[in-house]
């Protein structure tokens, strides 16, 4: 039912007022809202836009699957870096605000997991072996993004590879630490120090937004927002398991999961098949090789040295896919 004649009044003096204050004119934004034409869904969410950016390299019919689940996942990260933005601004939050955030942050990572299903088993997989060759060297490694949600997350020494995290210096720099974090290692010859061509790509076109990034979080990011507040809030019990919680869902449910799909498109009786971009998933992706935990004092040692490695040991010793499954 509309509004009574008397409640349409009092809504237009409370405008009066708004515009009033501003300086502007009512009578002129009301003879836009004249003009104007009603706002339609299509418009509202550039439908029409967004439904041409699925443009396919091959002619292979589920390459329209992995680029359109692609565009999603970056649509996911959008959402989780402004959930973690909003951590970053907030002056002093308190545990209710950062539980709430971290809730956000996990779910929408749920929800990517639990649709990668479409990713591992809903391609064809010689088409995907094929299609996958026009793609090179793009890579998902490639997800600026995701690098960046794991900056807002934790401070940059704890996403160092585990193999010299032991010998860092208390004066390291956010440009020092850059050049030995983890995922850098999983795109380079360990033998010549040769980078490959993804990383190559990649670092010319984000590592300035990446240390700007690292240098604007420095003391801001979200665990250092958690080590910042009393220590009874602290403690809390709810705040913990929600910090635990996202931890597991990035770190190890997130990594994991990609492992499946490797697995199964590049795995092969005689051996491995080489990922797009020339990356290691085999070292790269297990959880328990590269053990990044963004909150490490919320876990014990001996949580930390068996970080993720049932579930990897379980794919690399090819045990029944329904086995793992239930693990």
Not at 111 to 119: A, K, R, Y
Not at 121 to 127: A, F, H, L, P
Not at 307 to 322: A, C, H, I, L, R
Request: proline content about 3%; overall charge negative; some cysteine.
């Amino acid at each position: 039912m509309g509004n009574t004649k008397s409640e349409v009044e009092e809504k237009i003096r409370q405008l009066e007022e708004k515009f009033r204050l501003s300086g502007q004119d009512l009578g002129s934004y009301l003879d836009g809202l004249l003009y104007s034409r009603y706002l339609t869904y299509w418009d509202y969410i550039e439908l029409d836009t967004l439904l041409s950016l699925q443009k396919t390299r091959t002619h292979f019919p589920d390459e329209k699957i992995f680029i359109s689940y692609h565009q999603i996942t970056e649509l996911y990260f959008k959402l989780i870096l402004h959930e973690l933005e909003q951590v970053f601004e907030k002056e002093d939050p308190d545990a209710d605000f950062l539980v709430e955030k971290l809730n956000r942050v996990s779910r929408y990572f749920r929800i990517l997991t639990e649709s990668f299903d479409v990713m591992i088993r809903g391609m064809d997989r010689d088409q995907f072996l094929r299609f996958r060759m026009s793609l090179l060297p793009a890579s998902g490694f490639q997800s600026a993004q995701y690098r960046m949600i794991e900056f807002f997350c934790t401070p940059v020494e704890n996403l160092i590879h585990n193999s010299v995290r032991d010998r860092l210096r208390s004066d390291n720099t956010p440009e020092s630490l850059y050049e030995l974090i983890y995922w850098k290692r999983g795109a380079t010859d360990q033998v010549t120090g040769e980078k490959t061509l993804t990383l190559k790509q990649f670092e010319e076109k984000y590592s300035h937004d990446f240390l700007e990034l690292a240098n604007k979080l420095r003391h801001r990011t979200l665990y250092d927002k958690y080590l910042s507040l009393p220590a009874h809030q602290r403690e809390d019990q709810v705040l913990r398991d929600a910090m635990r919680h996202l931890d597991v869902t990035i770190n190890v449910n997130w990594s994991l999961i990609h492992i499946g799909a490797a697995q199964r498109y590049l795995m092969k009786k005689k051996g491995v098949i080489a990922a797009t971009g020339g990356t290691n998933w085999e070292e790269f992706l297990p959880p328990s090789f590269q053990r990044i935990l963004f909150f490490p004092d919320l876990w014990n040692e001996q949580e930390k040295k068996h970080w993720g490695k049932q579930w990897v040991d379980q794919m690399f010793n090819n045990k029944p896919e329904s086995e793992i499954e239930k693990n």
